[in-house]
């Protein structure tokens, strides 16, 4: 029925930063305009700034011990970094001091922020070398980010986890394109869940997702228990890198528009860094300036 299916309205591409230094203006023009943004990159990227960082143990704070316990040196590098793209992506949000931030987790391992961003919803994900961060001030935001390689149906048998109608339409598909079809309705129903912050798995065969005549994701079926009036969802996947696969859940809360418009910046605009891949190499890492504010820009109200 048309009435049990959520058209999605536009929702960018995941901008690719490069290290802390930026630029962030980009996530702050996407956050006064739509209220949310999404962030990639690779902990590679990040890995020598966050290491030389006199700053490493008190913005990390009470992950610290953590930090120091993990064994693996690649665990331990990759779980630094990704707090710091998650600080420098909620201080470009808020447009706050990155030391600023108080971050802690909600009960399924997601960050959150404490105090004066605690309108700010924060979801993380990692895989591989990627790491993904989205942040909305418009509503629930979650993302999922998987190696296009991945066979779900290997893990987890699909008839645990996809409705009566998507297990008929994967039966009508190739191998090839089971597989890939399989990937996609995961990783959206990942970062639904996120956005919901709902544990791995709980209620993905409840609901479904299907394609509208332009190829974007429509979610059928009621998305959560809320209904429709809590406000209309967006879903979205996307390349990256060319072998990952990163999946995008919002919900706009109602009202949100008329109040994100109030606060527009009319100053000039930067073009969006682009997706592509860098290298790894000791040249391709910038040095670490830690921005006084988020760096959105000189022509940027801040408080």
Do not use: N
Request: with cysteine; glycine share 12%; hydrophobic share 40%.
């Amino acid at each position: 029925m048309v009435a049990d299916r959520w058209r999605p309205e536009p929702l960018d591409a995941p901008l690719h930063l490069a290290g802390p230094q930026g630029p962030w203006d980009e996530v702050g023009d996407r956050l006064e305009d739509t209220g949310r943004a999404v962030i990639c990159t690779t902990w590679g990227q990040w890995l020598a700034a966050v290491l030389l960082d006199p700053a490493l143990r008190p913005l990390l704070g009470p992950d610290w011990p953590r930090y120091r316990q993990t064994a693996a040196a690649a665990g331990r590098m990759r779980f630094a970094v990704s707090r710091f793209v998650v600080r420098h992506s909620a201080a470009a949000a808020l447009d706050v001091p990155v030391d600023s931030l108080e971050l802690g987790y909600q009960p399924d391992g997601q960050p959150l922020v404490r105090g004066a961003g605690e309108d700010l919803e924060v979801s993380l994900a990692h895989t591989g070398e990627l790491i993904v961060v989205g942040v909305s001030r418009s509503g629930p935001i979650g993302v999922d980010a998987q190696p296009v390689e991945r066979d779900v149906a290997a893990e987890v048998p699909a008839g645990r986890w996809c409705t009566v109608a998507e297990r008929a339409a994967l039966a009508a598909l190739p191998e090839g394109e089971r597989r890939a079809r399989l990937l996609w309705l995961w990783t959206l129903k990942q970062a639904r869940a996120r956005a919901l912050g709902h544990g791995p798995g709980r209620g993905f065969a409840a609901f479904g997702f299907d394609r509208d005549e332009g190829g974007r994701a429509v979610a059928v079926g009621a998305p959560d228990e809320e209904g429709d009036a809590a406000g209309p969802w967006t879903f979205t996947t996307h390349r990256v890198l060319e072998r990952y696969l990163v999946g995008a859940a919002h919900r706009r809360l109602p009202g949100w528009a008329a109040a994100g418009k109030a606060q527009v910046d009319t100053g000039s605009r930067s073009a969006a860094a682009p997706l592509e891949e860098r290298g790894s190499g000791r040249g391709d890492h910038l040095p670490f300036l830690r921005p006084v504010t988020s760096g959105w820009g000189e022509g940027r109200r801040t408080p």
